[in-house]
């Protein structure tokens, strides 16, 4: 499926839209250029998964955990990872059980890692200044 946006807020209600089909042990991949939206989507998928903390990009952090009613909601960006050494040490493999659902920005170095039938979300900036072209593979659309 995909879609464009033209607001940081409909890019955080696809988020919603598809927080709605995810599933406790759910990954969900998100690729795209920096400022191209991820962190707007992951906002609304966690709002939508009952997250009520604040959300933020874990760019320094590497993976933000927030409570949700099922579980856990892991948010995962691996910009800073620069080899898979790095990504073995950060074990983000752990956080692929049922009680989680996985949210990974940047996941092409984890790409052997990510369990068979995740969900890949691909961003990328459109015409406009907020303009977001959308592509959502996989999960149960």
């Known amino acids: 499926m995909q879609t464009t946006t033209t607001s940081a807020g409909e890019t955080a209600a696809l988020g919603r839209t598809l927080a709605r089909q995810l599933k406790p042990g759910d990954v969900v991949a998100l690729s795209g250029q920096l ?3 991820k962190t707007c989507f992951v906002q609304g998928v966690c709002e939508a998964l009952g997250v009520r903390t604040h959300v933020g990009s874990p760019t320094f952090t590497l993976i933000n955990e927030y409570p949700a009613p ?3 909601v892991v948010h995962i960006d ?3 990872i620069s080899s898979m050494r790095e990504l ?3 074990g983000i493999q752990e956080y692929f059980t049922e009680r989680c659902i996985c949210l990974v920005e940047w996941p092409e170095l984890a790409g052997p890692l ?3 039938g995740h969900v890949t979300v ?3 900036h459109g015409g406009g200044d ?3 072209v959308i592509t959502i593979d996989g999960g149960r659309q």
């Open 35 to 37: 400022g191209s939206g």
């Open 70 to 72: 099922f579980g856990t």
């Open 78 to 80: 691996l910009y800073r």
């Open 88 to 90: 073995a040490a950060l």
């Open 114 to 116: 990510l369990p068979p």
């Open 122 to 124: 691909g961003f990328r």
């Open 130 to 132: 907020t303009e977001r």
